[in-house]
Nanobody, 121 residues
Framework: QVQLVESGGGLVQAGGSLRLSCAVS????????MGWFRQAPGKEREFVAD????????YYADSVKGRFTISRDNAKNTVYLQMNSLKPEDTAVYHC??????????????WGQGTQVTVSS
């Protein structure tokens, strides 16, 4: 059973930074792409970023490009999301995701429960 457990969310002022982590168990972590989605109140879930199995290719939503960085440590079965220059519109529940592709998460079938990020103005 694939399990994804996020941590690192919290309350931060606009312009601040947070680092999210996601620990994965139940599969060969290094074989698959990993990613992050988010869902703000009253809005649909949206793609944030993903990273391929080796960590050599990363992809970002336009709204976070240049501010967020996704990375992974295959030895620790963990994926990270470094979020800088946070804005109030980044407020959302952030979900760690994965699917069965080494390249992209696509429409991911595996989701963590999420961690709340709140950015105050």
């Amino acid at each position: 059973q694939v399990q994804l457990v996020e941590s690192g969310g919290g309350l931060v002022q606009a312009g601040g930074s947070l680092r999210l982590s996601c620990a994965v168990s139940g599969r060969v972590f290094s074989a698959y792409a990993m990613g992050w989605f988010r869902q703000a109140p009253g809005k649909e879930r949206e793609f944030v970023a993903d990273i391929d199995w080796r960590g050599g290719k990363t992809y970002y939503a336009d709204s976070v490009k240049g501010r967020f960085t996704i990375s992974r440590d295959n030895a620790k079965n963990t994926v990270y999301l470094q979020m800088n220059s946070l804005k109030p519109e980044d407020t959302a529940v952030y979900h760690c995701v994965t699917d069965n592709s080494p390249a992209r998460v696509g429409t991911p079938r595996y989701w963590g429960q999420g961690t709340q990020v709140t950015v105050s103005s």
